[in-house]
C-alpha cells in the first residue's frame, strides 16, 4: 500500500520517502478514518481480527464534509487534511510500536499536526515525544522555513510545553499507562523531544541534492543526536492537487460503499 525507501542527509536528519503502491487499499483506509472508525484502520494495519461496521448516515455526512474541498479552487484545507491522515498511516506501518494521537477530524486543527511516544521496553518509561509537522504543498521548502523550521524552533524553547505535557499525558492515559502523570513528570524534555516533518515534493526536491536543500537549516534549528531527533518523511506527485482530488474522490465512493453494503 505505501512504499518506503530510505533516505538521509548524514548526522542532519533520515526518514524516508514513500510511494504508494494500492491506491484503492489506501482510499478505503482513508474513507474509514474519515468516519471516525481510526481503531478498525489500527486493527487492519495490525492484521487483528476486527469487525468492518456500516457508517451511519450522520458519520457518512461527516465524512463527506471532511473529503470535499468546500472551494474546488482552494482545496488546502481538505488535502491537508488528507495529508495528516496518510501521514499517520504511513506512521503506523513504519512503527506500529508507537503511541499515536488519533487523525485530527476537522480540516486547519489548530494544535499538532500529530504526536508519537515512544516507550523503553518496560512500556512504563518515554524514550522520546515525536513532534509532527505535515504538510500538503506546492511550494514545499517555502513551507518548511515560514512555517516548521519557525514551529520547532519554538518548541525546543519551550514555548509550548503546557500544550506538550496535557497531550503526552492524555495519549498515555487513552493507551492504559499505569501512571501517565508520574511518567510525564519523570521525562527528560529536551533529551526526549524528537520531531518529524512530512511533506509533498515535486520533481524539483526528488533527488539527493534536493532533499538536502529542501531540510537545510533542520540540525540547527533542532541540534542534538540524529538518532531519532530528526526525522524527514517525503511523499513526491509532480500534480500534487490533481492527486488529492482522485484520492478524496476515491475514498468518497469507499465510504458510501461501505454504507450500501449495509442497506
Not at 36 to 54: F, S
Not at 68 to 86: C, K, M, S, Y
Not at 143 to 168: C, H, M, Y
Request: charged letters at 30%.
Amino acid at each position: 500500500m505505501i512504499k518506503f525507501e530510505p533516505i538521509s542527509n548524514g548526522k542532519f536528519w533520515s526518514g524516508t520517502d514513500w510511494s504508494i503502491t494500492d491506491e484503492d487499499e489506501l482510499a478505503r483506509l482513508i474513507a474509514r478514518v474519515a468516519i471516525g472508525q481510526y481503531r478498525h484502520v489500527l486493527k487492519v494495519l495490525n492484521e487483528t481480527d476486527c469487525i468492518a461496521y456500516a457508517p451511519t448516515r450522520n458519520a457518512l455526512e461527516g465524512a463527506i464534509r471532511a473529503l470535499t474541498a468546500e472551494n474546488v479552487e482552494q482545496p488546502w484545507h481538505r488535502d491537508g487534511w488528507l495529508f495528516q491522515v496518510i501521514s499517520w498511516i504511513a506512521a503506523n506501518i513504519q512503527n506500529p510500536e508507537s503511541l499515536k494521537s488519533p487523525p485530527h477530524m476537522i480540516h486547519a486543527n489548530k494544535g499538532f499536526d500529530g504526536l508519537h511516544i515512544c516507550l523503553d521496553e518496560t512500556d512504563e518509561n518515554v524514550v522520546s515525544v515525536v513532534i509532527c509537522e505535515e504538510k500538503a504543498t506546492d511550494g514545499p521548502r517555502g513551507k518548511i522555513t515560514s512555517q516548521v523550521w519557525p514551529e520547532f524552533k519554538s518548541l525546543e524553547a519551550g514555548s509550548r510545553d503546557n500544550e506538550l505535557v496535557s497531550e503526552t499525558t492524555t495519549l498515555l492515559a487513552q493507551n492504559d499507562h499505569l501512571d501517565p502523570d508520574k511518567a510525564v513528570h519523570e521525562i527528560l524534555w529536551k533529551r526526549a523531544r524528537a520531531y518529524r516533518v512530512s511533506i509533498t515534493i515535486g520533481d524539483k526536491e526528488r533527488s539527493q541534492d534536493g532533499r538536502k536543500a529542501l531540510f537545510k537549516g533542520y540540525k540547527k534549528i533542532t541540534p542534538g543526536d540524529v538518532v531519532g531527533k530528526r526525522r524527514a518523511e517525503t511523499f513526491h506527485q509532480s500534480n500534487l492537487r490533481d492527486w488529492m482530488s482522485r484520492m478524496a474522490n476515491k475514498a468518497l465512493d469507499a465510504a458510501k460503499e461501505m454504507e450500501a453494503e449495509n442497506v
